[in-house]
């Protein structure tokens, strides 16, 4: 549907953010269309089908520990499916199992027998989680800064529990492997590991973006439609201007910077995920297998061990990373070592390079930054939080809450 030539407010962008901010407005009675060049809502949030199974762009899971996940939305109509807490580590050809005692106490004595280190080390690992996870969030934030890996060592959980575990663990997250993120951002990204659980949903990880834009009018979405040029008094796209009360950008830095030449794009982190399929999975559990020093992988999993749907029979979906670009063929026989099988037992399926998969986050940490860019003018994005759900959804929070502020100031 044709975007009006004029409305209360116009969202560019249609990834968690801009959704945020727009079911916000919705739900406050404000005339807002979202408007988003792809074909798709979600954002960097995609999910396509491939031969029957399902397929994120790039391995990518939802934190329940992000608050504003839990918060905003329904999770039991995403149909979760869900990984263990914890990880697989292969030393010396052995696979190791490290998991969250609270949540698995059958594999205790695995997780303690784990080649993480001295029991006084391992015991520092114990301390680092419960000090994210517990203690309040200001508190942490008050705490001197350094880098990711600066802040594990000051923890002393030893050489072998960074390089076997966090680093490799990490590096997934992250999307950098020198550990070199702010250990404030650490610090908030451990403690949603530790409150929360990871899990798929039954349809993908696009279904996260389709349950908020549900939650909008048809005729509010415009998909495939590009905005060009952005003010506080409107946005101009293929099909001329429309004005507006405010204008809100919601997208990707890159795009955000161009639109707004004002702002900075911190340099994307990028991701290459390699999609094998397999006769059947050769794991007991639903556990991420992390990658090994020296290697190119920084990890690999059976998806469909936690979310069965993503295979459209028995067969196992296997996701494993890089964080440089990889040919399948220089993967192969790694994702085969790290799962334990042979490799003609591994069937390619596709391969996906995210190249802006997410903005780095280097020390000092810019929580909350700036929203209200003045005169009708708005930006969110998780470039204005931290770099992930919780950051994007956060983001839209606080810029909903200014847009209102303004509407409702006296004209």
């Given at each position: 549907?044709?975007?009006?030539?004029?409305?209360?407010?116009?969202?560019?962008?249609?990834?968690?953010?801009?959704?945020?901010?727009?079911?916000?407005?919705?739900?406050?009675?404000?005339?807002?269309?979202?408007?988003?060049?792809?074909?798709?809502?979600?954002?960097?949030?995609?999910?396509?089908?491939?031969?029957?199974?399902?397929?994120?762009?790039?391995?990518?899971?939802?934190?329940?520990?992000?608050?504003?996940?839990?918060?905003?939305?329904?999770?039991?109509?995403?149909?979760?499916?869900?990984?263990?807490?914890?990880?697989?580590?292969?030393?010396?050809?052995?696979?190791?199992?490290?998991?969250?005692?609270?949540?698995?106490?059958?594999?205790?004595?695995?997780?303690?027998?784990?080649?993480?280190?001295?029991?006084?080390?391992?015991?520092?690992?114990?301390?680092?989680?419960?000090?994210?996870?517990?203690?309040?969030?200001?508190?942490?934030?008050?705490?001197?800064?350094?880098?990711?890996?600066?802040?594990?060592?000051?923890?002393?959980?030893?050489?072998?529990?960074?390089?076997?575990?966090?680093?490799?663990?990490?590096?997934?997250?992250?999307?950098?492997?020198?550990?070199?993120?702010?250990?404030?951002?650490?610090?908030?990204?451990?403690?949603?590991?530790?409150?929360?659980?990871?899990?798929?949903?039954?349809?993908?990880?696009?279904?996260?973006?389709?349950?908020?834009?549900?939650?909008?009018?048809?005729?509010?979405?415009?998909?495939?439609?590009?905005?060009?040029?952005?003010?506080?008094?409107?946005?101009?796209?293929?099909?001329?201007?429309?004005?507006?009360?405010?204008?809100?950008?919601a997208t990707d830095p890159g795009t955000a910077s161009r639109l707004l030449p004002s702002l900075t794009a911190s340099a994307p982190r990028q991701v290459t995920t390699h999609l094998h399929v397999l006769p059947g999975s050769p794991r007991a559990e639903p556990l991420i297998v992390l990658g090994q020093p020296g290697g190119r992988l920084?990890?690999?999993?059976?998806?469909?061990?936690?979310?069965?749907?993503?295979?459209p029979d028995r067969r196992a979906l296997v996701a494993s990373s890089t964080l440089a670009p990889t040919t399948e063929a220089e993967v192969r026989d790694e994702v085969a070592r790290l799962q334990g099988v042979a490799t003609t037992d591994l069937e390619h399926l596709t391969t996906i390079t995210v190249p802006g998969a997410q903005p780095?986050?280097?020390?000092?940490?810019?929580?909350?930054?700036?929203?209200?860019?003045?005169?009708?003018?708005?930006?969110?994005?998780?470039?204005?939080?931290?770099?992930?759900?919780?950051?994007?959804?956060?983001?839209?929070?606080?810029?909903?809450?200014?847009?209102?502020?303004?509407?409702?100031?006296?004209?």
């Open positions: 549907m044709s975007l009006p030539s004029r409305v209360e407010v116009v969202v560019v962008g249609a990834g968690l953010a801009g959704l945020s901010v727009a079911t916000r407005l919705a739900a406050a009675g404000r005339d807002v269309h979202v408007v988003e060049a792809s074909d798709h809502v979600g954002g960097r949030l995609r999910t396509d089908r491939v031969d029957g199974f399902v397929v994120d762009r790039g391995f990518q899971v939802l934190n329940t520990g992000y608050p504003r996940a839990a918060a905003d939305l329904d999770l039991p109509a995403l149909d979760l499916g869900w990984f263990w807490t914890g990880a697989v580590l292969r030393v010396e050809g052995r696979a190791h199992r490290v998991v969250d005692p609270r949540k698995h106490p059958s594999a205790v004595l695995d997780t303690v027998r784990a080649p993480l280190g001295t029991l006084l080390q391992e015991a520092a690992v114990g301390a680092f989680s419960a000090r994210a996870g517990y203690l309040p969030v200001d508190r942490l934030l008050a705490a001197p800064e350094r880098s990711a890996e600066q802040a594990l060592r000051r923890a002393r959980v030893g050489d072998r529990a960074i390089e076997r575990f966090f680093r490799p663990f990490l590096s997934g997250v992250l999307l950098e492997d020198e550990l070199a993120t702010s250990s404030r951002y650490l610090d908030l990204l451990w403690r949603s590991f530790v409150r929360g659980r990871i899990g798929l949903p039954a349809r993908g990880m696009q279904a996260v973006g389709e349950q908020l834009a549900d939650r909008l009018p048809t005729h509010a979405r415009h998909l495939g439609t590009e905005v060009t040029a952005v003010t506080g008094t409107g946005v101009r796209t293929a099909a001329g201007e429309t004005l507006a009360e405010a204008v809100v950008v920084v990890n690999s999993v059976v998806v469909s061990d936690a979310q069965p749907t993503y295979s780095a986050v280097l020390p000092p940490l810019q929580l909350r930054r700036p929203v209200d860019l003045g005169d009708g003018l708005f930006v969110c994005g998780d470039h204005r939080d931290t770099p992930s759900i919780q950051g994007a959804m956060a983001s839209g929070a606080r810029t909903a809450r200014a847009v209102l502020a303004r509407l409702q100031q006296p004209r």
